[in-house]
């Protein structure tokens, strides 16, 4: 199991118990972009807990939902949320999205959402992904921007690198979970995977969030790896001391900002890459 999996293993319901509102409402522009007639067969990558999924699935009164994901917590968690819901036309399954276990040619689309900054190697991925897919099958991707979390994320830099024992802004950059990404790194990637990149375009959602739940959510998604620079006994007053600047910045109203890039291309067809 690697560190991903078994972090995703851990962290799957505190991920789910903070999936933000501006988050779901990002889904719903993917979905609305995607343009779904109904009975598409449609692949969710990097799934999670399947809220985007259960969305798709719900737009498509002929058509089928798979999700994929690495952490069996999360296939877990996913599949509860399609039974609860009642959607037959809803699956979850584990997989890599690097080596997928499905055919060639098998979904007219693909969606995925905050999942390409946690694979190792993008392109492998996108040679993956076309590969499921049909000629002419399409491909939204949602992907976090350098806008996203930047208030969190400058916090975090003033307080940690105060206390890492090495070069703080090193583990600063390796923060779990809050890595960002520039289309200049997407989309020559997916031009050379054989898409045709059809729109892609940013958008910024701005949310209030308490000092607690900042934290909270930031845990949920790090696992707190940002912490590893940081002498074991000195680990909680790191924490406190986030608190107290998250609490200084809400003095002012804390605002984070969900900020993505959306992409929307379609796979070139034959052998066209
Ligand atoms: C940040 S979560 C996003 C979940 C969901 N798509 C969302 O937007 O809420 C990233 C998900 O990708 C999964 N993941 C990471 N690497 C993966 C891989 N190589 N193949 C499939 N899933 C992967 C993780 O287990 C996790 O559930």
Redesign the pocket.
């Known amino acids: 199991m690697n560190g991903?999996?078994s972090m995703?293993d851990r962290t799957?319901e505190d991920?789910d118990r903070f999936?933000s509102p501006c988050?779901v409402c990002q889904?719903l522009v993917l979905a609305h972009e995607m343009n779904f007639k109904g009975s598409e067969k449609v692949l969710?990558?990097?799934?999670?807990?399947?809220?985007?999924s259960a969305h798709v699935a719900r737009l498509l009164d002929d058509g089928e939902v798979v999700g994929?994901?690495?952490?069996d917590s999360?296939v877990r968690l996913a599949s509860q949320r399609a039974h609860s819901l009642k959607l037959s036309n809803l699956r979850f399954m584990r997989?890599?999205?690097?080596s997928l276990d499905l055919p060639d040619s098998a979904f007219d689309a693909v969606v995925?959402?905050?999942?390409l900054h946690?694979?190792?190697d993008m392109n492998r991925?996108f040679t993956e992904i076309r590969r499921v897919l049909k000629d002419d099958g399409r491909l939204g991707i949602?992907v976090p921007s350098l806008a996203r979390y930047s208030e969190l994320r400058e916090a975090f830099r003033r307080v940690v690198s105060r206390y890492c024992e090495k070069d703080g802004s090193r583990r600063i950059s390796e923060m779990v979970?809050l890595r960002v990404m520039r289309r200049e790194e997407v989309l020559p990637a997916l031009k050379s995977a054989g898409f045709e990149v059809e729109k892609d375009f940013e958008l910024n959602l701005r949310e209030r969030l308490s000092a607690a739940v900042c934290l909270d959510r930031v845990k949920a998604?790090t696992w707190e790896r940002y912490l590893e620079g940081v002498p074991m006994a000195e680990r909680d007053e790191v924490r406190n001391e986030l608190l107290r600047e998250f609490e200084r910045n809400c003095g002012m109203g804390l605002l984070t900002t969900e900020s993505s890039i959306f992409i929307i291309a379609k796979k070139r067809r034959g052998d066209q890459v």
């Open positions: 991903v999996e995703f799957a991920y999936v988050r889904f969710d990558l990097g799934s999670g807990p399947g809220l985007l994929v994901d690495l952490s999360m997989g890599d999205a690097m995925s959402s905050y999942l946690w694979v190792p991925c949602m979970g998604i």
